[in-house]
């Protein structure tokens, strides 16, 4: 079973922020956060990952919560073409030899 | 990153047959996974492929029907084996990057839509 839940769906204005909450209360002190999203008719794409700390990159931004239980992803300026499913993934480790497990994902609609 | 892709990337194939589906990659990696996802459905792991070594499946799938193999870093092939129609789904191979830049990141493939009559 996946370690995460999110709601199923979120709709978002276009050049405005989106804001994709994960809650991951079971979450285990070495098990990272990732974030993945899935474009119709894609693979998967890598977005961000984190520890503890809050991170950013080009994509996005990965806000956790001090305790851990939580997290929230933020597309800052969303477009048309971030119209996807977002997977929040908490995994042991931060290498390989232990593949993503996926939930259910949010179904993000940017709308113009 | 890892560059990955499929062939077939579709097929319509009859209940009863057999698909071999073949994933290529353009660097060396160790680990390799196989995953399904179903009509409207989330992704589910069937494997994982070490070079050199027997796959290990997930639970609910085995080897007979999803015989997998491994012979090089750079490729995998997935058959599935005696179709029915709820084999129709996307098959999607995946990797762990190797490079430090992309040391944690798990690259997919484009995947091959699999539609079983």
């Known amino acids: 079973d996946a370690k995460t839940t999110q709601p199923p769906s979120m709709d978002c204005a276009e050049g405005r922020a989106a804001n994709l909450p994960c809650n991951h209360s079971t979450i285990s002190g070495n098990e990272y956060v990732y974030w993945y999203r899935q474009i119709h008719s894609q693979g998967p794409q890598y977005i961000i990952h984190g520890l503890k700390n809050n991170e950013t990159n080009e994509m996005a931004s990965l806000i956790i919560t001090e305790d851990r239980k939580s997290s929230t992803l933020i597309l800052p300026h969303a477009t048309l073409r971030d119209t996807a499913v977002y997977y929040c993934?908490?995994?042991?480790?931060?290498?390989?030899?232990?593949?993503?497990?996926f939930g259910k994902g949010t179904r993000l609609s940017v709308i113009a | 990153s890892a560059v990955i892709s499929q062939k077939p990337s579709r097929d319509i194939c009859q209940r009863g047959t057999s698909l071999t589906i073949q994933c290529q990659v353009d660097?060396?990696?160790?680990?390799m996974f196989w995953y399904r996802q179903q009509p409207g459905q989330s992704l589910t792991l069937i494997a994982t492929?070490?070079?050199?070594?027997?796959?290990?499946?997930e639970s609910g799938f085995v080897i007979d029907k999803f015989p997998i193999s491994r012979p090089n870093l750079t490729f995998s092939t997935l058959t599935v084996s005696n179709m029915s129609p709820e084999d129709s789904s996307i098959y999607l191979c995946?990797?762990?990057?190797?490079?430090?830049?992309?040391?944690?990141?798990?690259?997919f493939g484009p995947g091959t839509r699999l539609t079983v009559l």
């Open positions: 995946s990797v762990e990057g190797g490079t430090t830049a992309s040391y944690n990141e798990q690259f």
């Open positions: 660097s060396q990696v160790t680990m």
């Open positions: 993934i908490v995994r042991v480790s931060s290498s390989g030899n232990t593949p993503l497990v």
């Open positions: 492929a070490n070079q050199g070594s027997e796959a290990t499946y």
